[in-house]
């Protein structure tokens, strides 16, 4: 074997390593995917999904209670609030959505009553008066396994809205799973910084203008010192992407929002 076919078997090795690395490192800290279930009957979607998160109950329920910070858990969340409520033991909590399938854009709103039920579970029932959708409901069950977490979501809806023949049952339903993946993705990665079970890395400083033209134009939002890794839209301006980005990055973020 000459040094220079020795030199580049190394140097293939070491690639190949290397590779192997990067595809299996994110899958260990990623959430583990039990089962998806995403149908449609007469314009009604129905969704089941269970997850193992390598995290305890606690953590997973305190994110999902932050209602303030909501929108940190959706990437195509671009505000969040929480309404005056209409009864004891429920949280009102209005989100607006921005996100686009193909060419069809669309901003959808969605207004939910959430009630904390017993053992941890959350239920929230859509409020359709106030909601692009004619009904809908989403249940979560929070299963503590010591360090671990089995979290059962299981929600319906009812959209109000047209959608174009074009894009189809499909590409909806495959646009709710890339949704729904990413977000329990986000639940896990904040609930690990929660319970310090994550590094804790700098990001690059991205600043939010202070009076933007708009405070959800990424474009006119964002100034940066240096070239942004991401963009983030942020419900408010004069604040950092940092507070709004919250693990947008695999858990390997400095996110102040992602603490308590």
């Known amino acids: 074997m000459t040094p220079h076919f020795a030199c ?3 140097q293939t090795v070491v690639a190949s390593v290397c590779l192997l690395l990067c595809l299996l490192i994110p899958l260990a800290l ?11 009957a007469d314009g009604v979607y129905s969704i089941n999904v269970i997850m193992q998160m390598q995290v305890p109950a606690q953590y997973v329920h305190r994110v999902l209670t932050d209602y303030a910070h909501i929108y940190r858990l959706d990437p195509a969340i671009t505000d969040s609030e929480i309404l ?9 909590v ?12 669309k901003k959808i709103e969605m207004v939910e009553d959430v009630r904390d039920l017993d053992q941890g579970d959350l239920k929230a029932t859509t409020v359709s008066s106030l909601s692009s959708f004619k009904s809908g409901y989403t249940e979560w069950k929070i299963l503590g396994m010591g360090e671990r977490t089995r979290v059962i979501y299981q929600a319906q809806m009812e959209p109000d809205f047209f959608i174009p023949p074009l894009i189809g049952v499909y590409f909806v339903k495959q646009k709710l ?5 990413a977000s329990m993705e986000r639940i896990e990665c904040i609930a690990r910084h929660q319970a310090g079970l994550e590094q804790n890395l700098e990001t690059e400083p991205v600043l939010v203008a202070a009076k933007p033209t708009d405070d959800h134009d990424p474009g006119a939002a964002l100034l940066a010192a240096k070239a942004p890794t991401m963009i983030a839209r942020a419900p408010a301006a004069g604040r950092t992407v940092r507070d709004n980005m919250d693990c947008a990055r695999p858990c390997s973020t400095n996110v102040t929002s992602c603490q308590p």
Do not use: K, M, N
Not at 30 to 40: K, P, Q, S
Not at 84 to 92: A, I, T
Not at 94 to 105: G, N, P, Q, V, W
């Open 8 to 10: 580049h078997t190394r």
């Open 30 to 40: 990623a959430a583990d995917l039990v089962d998806l279930h995403i149908v449609e």
């Open 84 to 92: 005056p409520s209409v009864d004891d033991g429920v949280v009102r």
């Open 94 to 105: 209005r989100t607006r959505i921005e996100d686009c399938i193909s060419l069809f854009c």
């Open 177 to 181: 799973q890339q949704r729904l993946l």
